[in-house]
Nanobody, 129 residues
Framework: QEQLVESGGGLVQPGGSLKLSCLAR???????????IAWFRQAPGKEREGVSC????????FYSDSVKGRFTISRDNLKNTVDLQMNSLKPEDTGIYYC???????????????????WGQGTQVTVSS
C-alpha cells in the first residue's frame, strides 16, 4: 500500500465548502507510473462508500451520483496531492473521508459496502448547523 495521508476535514454548516487533500508520500503523482487515486467516505453506522476517483494517466474523473455536481477532484503536482473540493455540503456528507490507490476508478462510484483494502486515518468531515 502506497502511503497516503488525508487532511482538510472540519466542521462546516450546510451549504458550506471544504477542501480535502490526499498527500502521496511514497510516490510522485506526475512520475512514470499511473495511479487511480480515490476518495471514499464512511458515515456513522454505515459502510464505506466510493465518492470520487482520478486516473492520473488520462486525468479522467469519476463521481458517485450523490456528489456529482458538488464535488471536484483534481491533482496538484507541486504539492503532490489529490484534492477534493466539496461545495454545497449537506448533513449526509458527514463522515470520515479516506483516500486510496487500491481500486479502479470506474468502479469507485458504484462501491457502497467496502470492508477491504488498506486505509489510513482519514479526515473527519462534519456538516451541521
Amino acid at each position: 500500500q502506497e502511503q497516503l495521508v488525508e487532511s482538510g476535514g472540519g466542521l462546516v454548516q450546510p451549504g458550506g465548502s471544504l477542501k480535502l487533500s490526499c498527500l502521496a508520500r511514497a510516490f510522485t503523482l506526475d512520475g512514470p507510473n499511473y495511479y487511480n487515486i480515490a476518495w471514499f467516505r464512511q458515515a456513522p453506522g454505515k459502510e464505506r462508500e466510493g465518492v470520487s476517483c482520478l486516473r492520473t494517466h488520462d486525468e479522467s474523473t469519476f463521481y458517485s451520483d450523490s456528489v456529482k455536481g458538488r464535488f471536484t477532484i483534481s491533482r496538484d503536482n507541486l504539492k503532490n496531492t489529490v484534492d477534493l473540493q466539496m461545495n454545497s455540503l449537506k448533513p449526509e456528507d458527514t463522515g470520515i473521508y479516506y483516500c486510496t490507490v487500491d481500486f479502479p476508478c470506474d468502479a469507485v462510484p458504484h462501491l457502497t459496502s467496502v470492508d477491504y483494502g488498506s486505509w489510513g486515518q482519514g479526515t473527519q468531515v462534519t456538516v451541521s448547523s
